[in-house]
């Protein structure tokens, strides 16, 4: 028997870039939005009565490493010690998401194969020990354990779980550019390494996450928020007003300014109905996202970018209850999956 599960993707509304801490990573403010748009991970776990156990990797991309350098790989190395539970372990990655587009496919495939290997083991680790083996595999790693909106502090790993969105067509421009996170920050200290002092780069980190706060917790007379009416009730409305932004593009429109056309492409339209709400660089790209109304507003922006030659695909924003509804493909599960 083996198990398949859905290893969705995450967009960020709004990122803030925050100092350099002595570990070496950047602190930063975010709002991520897990994606119903997804890989396919088919995991299979045997239990062995000795040894330490094996784990084995496949995929139909040849980009994806198979050892221990992917974070499936070293999510299972951690979590069979945790679990007390020798096992050989196969795990296929079905690649349907972009390989370092910004969508955190690599991140949200270690959470998705954790899920597996637990429900194959019918075994869970506590919720506090899945977010400490995610913080160690990678900074996006513990906000595929939550899904839905997800505030992300610290260097991304500290997460808590926001109010819904509601859920919202989106468009995700699939561009032919690789972009290097570490070159894209590297760049960043560049750019602000006179202009802005540590105080200010802190007092920016703490204005997005009070005006993030304050606009998904606020409470609302009705209890279910709208995307109808520029109004109160509506959240991602109030966000944008807010003017969150990714500072990634920043510096990386600098260097790839086609990305900065796609993102002109995604908020523009001749028609104002067509136009997107929000549209922004998805992590430190190359991924670019639009969020629409409606779904002839998102199949118009498909248009747009077709005719620039320019891949995309259409999905919608996926809330936390669908996210851990949906995660297991197999409607016949063992036990719960939620943190």
Same mark, same amino acid.
């Given at each position: 028997?083996?198990?398949?599960?859905?290893?969705?993707?995450?967009?960020?509304?709004?990122?803030?870039?925050?100092?350099?801490?002595?570990?070496?990573?950047?602190?930063?403010?975010?709002?991520?939005?897990?994606?119903?748009?997804?890989?396919?991970?088919?995991?299979?776990?045997?239990?062995?009565?000795?040894?330490?156990?094996?784990?084995?990797?496949?995929?139909?991309?040849?980009?994806?490493?198979?050892?221990?350098?992917?974070?499936?790989?070293?999510?299972?190395?951690?979590?069979?010690? =945790?679990?007390?539970?020798?096992?050989?372990?196969?795990?296929?990655?079905?690649?349907?998401?972009?390989?370092?587009?910004?969508?955190?496919?690599?991140? =949200?495939?270690?959470?998705?194969?954790?899920?597996?290997?637990?429900?194959?083991?019918?075994?869970?680790?506590?919720?506090?020990?899945?977010?400490?083996?995610?913080?160690?595999?990678?900074?996006?790693?513990?906000?595929?354990?939550?899904?839905?909106?997800?505030?992300? #502090?610290?260097?991304?790993?500290?997460?808590?779980?926001?109010?819904?969105?509601?859920?919202?067509?989106? #468009?995700?421009?699939?561009?032919?550019?690789?972009?290097?996170?570490?070159?894209?920050?590297?760049?960043?200290?560049?750019?602000?390494?006179?202009?802005?002092? %540590?105080?200010?780069?802190?007092?920016?980190l703490k204005e997005l996450s009070r005006a993030l706060s304050a606009c998904l917790c606020e409470p609302h007379s009705s209890g279910?928020?709208?995307?109808?009416?520029?109004?109160?009730?509506?959240?991602?409305?109030?966000?944008?007003?807010?003017?969150?932004?990714?500072?990634?593009?920043? #510096?990386?429109?600098?260097?790839?300014?086609?990305?900065?056309?796609?993102?002109?492409?995604? #908020?523009?339209?001749?028609?104002?109905?067509?136009?997107?709400?929000?549209?922004?660089?998805?992590?430190?790209?190359?991924?670019?996202?639009?969020?629409?109304?409606?779904?002839?507003?998102?199949?118009?922006?498909?248009? %747009?970018?077709? =005719?620039?030659?320019? =891949?995309?695909? %259409?999905?919608?924003?996926?809330?936390?209850?669908?996210?851990?509804?949906?995660?297991?493909?197999?409607?016949?599960t063992k036990g719960s999956v939620g943190l």
């Open positions: 028997m083996s198990t398949r599960v859905r290893s969705f993707s995450k967009i960020n509304l709004g990122l803030a870039i925050g100092p350099s801490r002595p570990d070496g990573f950047h602190a930063l403010t975010t709002l991520y939005q897990t994606l119903a748009a997804h890989d396919l991970l088919t995991v299979e776990a045997n239990k062995t009565k000795a040894g330490k156990g094996s784990i084995t990797l496949t995929t139909n991309d040849e980009r994806v490493p198979t050892d221990e350098r992917n974070t499936v790989w070293k999510m299972l190395d951690r979590a069979l010690p =945790a679990l007390k539970a020798p096992a050989e372990v196969h795990v296929h990655i079905e690649k349907r998401l972009p390989v370092q587009g910004g969508l955190g496919a690599g991140s =949200a495939n270690a959470v998705a194969a954790l899920i597996g290997l637990e429900h194959e083991l019918n075994q869970e680790l506590s919720g506090g020990d899945r977010l400490k083996i995610a913080a160690e595999v990678g900074s996006d790693v513990p906000l595929f354990l939550l899904g839905g909106a997800i505030l992300g #502090v610290g260097r991304g790993e500290e997460v808590y779980p926001m109010p819904d969105l509601p859920e919202t067509h989106c #468009v995700v421009a699939l561009p032919n550019v690789g972009v290097s996170t570490p070159q894209a920050f590297r760049d960043w200290d560049s750019r602000h390494a006179e202009g802005l002092t %540590r105080e200010d780069s802190s007092d920016r279910v928020f709208s995307l109808g009416e520029d109004r109160p009730g509506n959240p991602l409305l109030a966000l944008v007003r807010t003017g969150i932004e990714n500072d990634f593009e920043g #510096v990386v429109f600098r260097q790839h300014p086609s990305l900065g056309d796609i993102k002109r492409i995604l #908020v523009c339209s001749d028609q104002p109905e067509q136009a997107a709400l929000y549209a922004a660089l998805s992590g430190s790209g190359s991924a670019v996202f639009g969020l629409y109304e409606a779904e002839s507003a998102a199949k118009a922006a498909e248009e %747009r970018l077709s =005719a620039s030659g320019i =891949a995309s695909m %259409r999905t919608k924003t996926l809330p936390r209850e669908a996210y851990w509804r949906t995660m297991i493909e197999d409607s016949h």
